[in-house]
């Protein structure tokens, strides 16, 4: 789905290196998320935001950080990153709405840190 | 306790079989329910909401039962294609985001 662009698709780093995943989308929605998948644990909700400069704390948010200066727009940096952060990353939007409305995703970003 | 379980399967079914699976949430105060495909090494896709009375698409329907707290996919007269993971989703009554489950891994054999 092309509405929701990521970038990189891949990304190989070593530990203690900084590194920002971004999320851009053109579907017109308010509301932003980062998940990241591993084997067995299925998405995990790291970050969301509602608005521009809107931040908010997901399951699992220790060692990320992201960033939400346009409405198109949401990153994810990781600090010093550590091969525990290895994982396939998801940034999803939607719509805001009556209830919780359904998200779409980009096409993940597939990290390794060695 | 999850807040969303799934058997994780697999399934392997022959084309043209009758497949369900079965999740069930721990939030009785739950108020939204997807249904979510992903491919292998792909982003999920959303399948199909669950209403409270029930919904069909095509070969698949989707059913809720509040009492027991669990929702079902049933998919009629499989397709080669219909080989996935699906995803069960679930929100909390409060909360601002959804929650996972681990899936379910359909393998439909020729």
């Known amino acids: 789905d092309a509405d929701v662009t990521q970038t990189p698709r891949n990304r190989i780093t070593k530990t203690g290196k900084r590194i920002m995943l971004e999320c851009s989308q053109t579907?017109?929605?308010?509301?932003m998320y980062w998940y990241r998948q591993d084997p067995g644990l299925g998405l995990r909700l790291i970050y969301y935001?509602?608005?521009?400069?809107?931040?908010n704390k997901g399951e699992i948010s220790d060692g990320y950080s992201v960033s939400r200066q346009a409405q198109a727009k949401f990153s994810l940096s990781l600090e010093s990153a550590i091969p525990n952060q290895t994982a396939l990353y998801f940034c999803?939007?939607?719509?805001?709405?009556?209830?919780?409305?359904?998200?779409?995703f980009g096409d993940g970003t597939r990290l390794s840190i060695l | 306790r999850k807040e969303v379980e799934q058997d994780p399967g697999p399934f392997n079914v022959p084309e043209g079989a009758t497949v369900a699976f079965n999740c069930t949430y721990s939030?009785?105060?739950?108020?939204?329910f997807f249904w979510y495909r992903q491919d292998c090494r792909k982003e999920p896709k959303l399948l199909m909401s669950v209403y409270s009375s029930g919904n069909e698409d095509g070969r698949f329907t989707a059913q809720l039962n509040r009492a027991s707290q669990y929702i079902s996919l049933l998919i009629r007269d499989s397709k080669l294609s219909d080989s996935a993971t699906y995803l069960c989703?679930?929100?909390?009554?409060?909360?601002?985001?959804?929650?996972f489950g681990t899936g379910t891994r359909l393998t439909v054999i020729p």
């Open positions: 579907k017109g929605h308010d509301r």
């Open positions: 935001s509602f608005d521009v400069k809107d931040i």
């Open positions: 999803a939007t939607s719509k805001q709405g009556r209830g919780n409305q359904p998200q779409h």
């Open positions: 939030n009785s105060a739950s108020q939204s």
């Open positions: 989703v679930v929100n909390v009554a409060g909360a601002n985001n959804l929650f």
